[in-house]
């Protein structure tokens, strides 16, 4: 039974301590967007965009076509999560990457390229002013 239901997935300082660890860290990047992104396009919208960069993405890394991308935010964060885990860190590392990637392309062609990389300034550093994840160029 998960009693997690519903809830959103770990905050960066939870998901040391979880059993997810790698795929955990991975998934950050993802809250901060979604965080900046459904007051703007909600979370349908979100999820719609996931699911658009999931299929372009899944061809490449074939774990990634086992990710539900037809969910509340909060369980497509944990259904990537488990992917990620199930793929190994290795691979999660890269299918994370292109996904991320995909998703980024995709926004840029929907709002412009200054507006995404202004969400993705916002995300990369968070609301403590750190860095988080990859340095984009």
Known sequence: MNHNHGQRPLSPGEAHTSKDGGAALLVQPWLRLSDQLTPLIGESGFCALFGRALRLSAPRFEGLSTCDSARPVADLFTSLTRTLNEIGLEH???ANGALLET???L???LIGEALTKQLLHVAQVGGDGQT???ERK
């Open 103 to 105: 998703f980024t392309t």
């Open 107 to 109: 926004l840029g062609t």
């Open 132 to 134: 988080h994840g990859q």
């Open 92 to 94: 999660a590392e890269a």
